[in-house]
């Protein structure tokens, strides 16, 4: 008897998981059919108004050449940002900090322990 509802229950926790399924496909067809019904009339201002896709990046301030654009990667080779400098090492070499911002639990776990910050500094 239990396990008939157990089935009961799988076969409308399946139903829903389709029907679910249906009504995401469509609602993501109608976005589809929204943008692009927007971008249609975006295009036609545009060229009513003698704009280029370049006059509104320039006027939304936004980047103009996609190259310029720093994308995702904020330090290290072909950053603009300089990668912090090592300054204190843990005794294994597997632990490193820059001296700035929070430190790191190694090093905060050593110094509670008695051991002291210079001990973990790194000679230039």
Do not use: C, Y
């Amino acid at each position: 008897m239990k396990n008939d509802r157990l089935e009961q229950l799988a076969k409308e926790e399946e139903e829903l998981r389709e029907r679910i399924a249906k009504i995401q496909e469509e609602r993501a067809k109608e976005r589809e059919k929204d943008l692009t019904r927007i971008v249609a009339t975006f295009k036609a201002e545009l060229t009513a108004h003698g704009l280029t896709p370049a006059d509104v990046l320039e006027l939304l301030g936004l980047p103009l050449n996609q190259d310029r654009a720093v994308r995702g990667k904020l330090s290290g080779p072909g950053s603009k940002k300089p990668t912090a400098k090592v300054t204190h090492r843990n005794d294994r070499g597997e632990g490193t900090w820059g001296g700035k911002g929070r430190q790191p639990k190694w090093l905060a776990d050593a110094l509670t322990n008695g051991r002291k910050l210079d001990e973990f500094a790194v000679s230039a």
